[in-house]
């Protein structure tokens, strides 16, 4: 697809370097105070819901487990992306070399599928205590829920470690090449190849039907489910009450594939076709699923759930306490 160049290089860049949102000193300074400002968030918000699932008894179900371990995946998933992106807003990029790059890849791949496969296995979750409410603690147990969450991290382990080996096998020209992007994604990478990259694209949709279709599809069958048991339920209280044990998540998942859908995020970008994708526009739908996903799904927990606030409340009430003591 792609000729070679007899100028480039023809043993491949040995370091990237990321395109600047703005060469304007002020907006530099401004980006970087609004993007550090929301990383912090992100980081207070999730380890908040960590601490506070760790430290109460009365949140040890499988159902906060699951929730300890997405807002895990929210931390890390923003923290291998936001650290080196503004390190590059303000003053001179820093370059990060071909093995940084890919290393960025692979986490960022990871943790993103990560978070859609544990989504499907909390609606898995939601699904058994509404259809299956006596049996849920012998079904739902605790090496039951480890074992999901460690086959869906090794899944994407092995699919990301494919992906990105497959991509960085690819000649890619020039000694140091500039990627349109805050961050070592697929596509961007993709556009530095000199290669035919009809091969690595086909591969590249069939690990994103995996990684986004199949979760939002048992998201879907579960909820078909779950919305069946709650409308049997006579009363209106109850249907209320079994509802609530679900919205929260629900929420979730409605704001990550919503946004997808509304906005073209993750699932656009990677896949639709190459000749519609635009790089600018690709920047600006990576910072939806960056920034405002993680930041909005703690703050959904907090509010929506009463178990998390009444939590959160002893907690701060407690500790306030023990400091006028």
């Not at 909390?122 to 409410?133: E, F, K, L, N, S």
Request: hydrophobic fraction near 50%; proline fraction near 4%; glycine fraction near 4%.
């Amino acid at each position: 697809m792609f000729a070679r160049s007899p100028v480039l290089n023809q043993s491949g860049p040995t370091e990237f370097v990321f395109r600047v949102f703005t060469t304007v000193p002020e907006f530099q300074a401004l980006l970087f105070l609004l993007f550090f400002l929301l990383y912090l968030m992100i980081l207070c918000g999730n380890t908040a819901i960590i601490w506070v699932v760790c430290t109460h008894s009365s949140l040890r179900t499988a159902m906060y487990f699951f929730l300890c371990n997405l807002s895990s995946l929210e931390i890390c998933y923003t923290s291998v992306v936001v650290p080196l992106m503004l390190s590059n807003i303000l003053g001179a990029r820093k370059p990060i070399p071909l093995a940084g790059c890919g290393a960025q890849m692979f986490f960022f791949l990871t943790l993103g599928g990560a978070d859609c496969f544990l989504l499907a296995i909390m609606a898995y979750d939601r699904y058994v205590a509404i259809c299956h409410p006596l049996h849920y603690t012998l079904i739902m147990t605790q090496k039951l829920c480890v074992q999901m969450v460690v086959c869906a991290v090794e899944l994407e382990l092995l699919l990301s470690l494919q992906l990105t080996a497959l991509i960085f096998t690819l000649p890619l020209c020039g000694h140091r090449r500039e990627i349109n992007h805050f961050l070592c994604d697929v596509p961007p990478v993709l556009r530095l190849a000199c290669a035919d990259i009809r091969v690595h694209q086909a591969v590249l949709y069939v690990v994103s039907i995996l990684v986004l279709t199949i979760p939002f599809l048992l998201i879907c069958v579960s909820y078909v489910f779950i919305a069946s048991a709650i409308l049997r339920i006579r009363s209106a209280a109850g249907r209320r009450r079994a509802f609530s044990t679900c919205s929260s998540h629900l929420t979730v998942v409605l704001l990550q594939y919503g946004f997808c859908a509304l906005y073209g995020c993750c699932s656009l970008v990677y896949l639709r076709p190459r000749s519609s994708t635009s790089e600018d526009e690709d920047r600006q739908i990576a910072l939806v699923y960056t920034f405002v996903t993680p930041l909005l799904n703690p703050l959904i927990y907090t509010l929506r759930n009463q178990d998390v606030k009444g939590a959160l409340r002893n907690a701060v009430l407690g500790k306030a306490a023990s400091d006028a003591n």
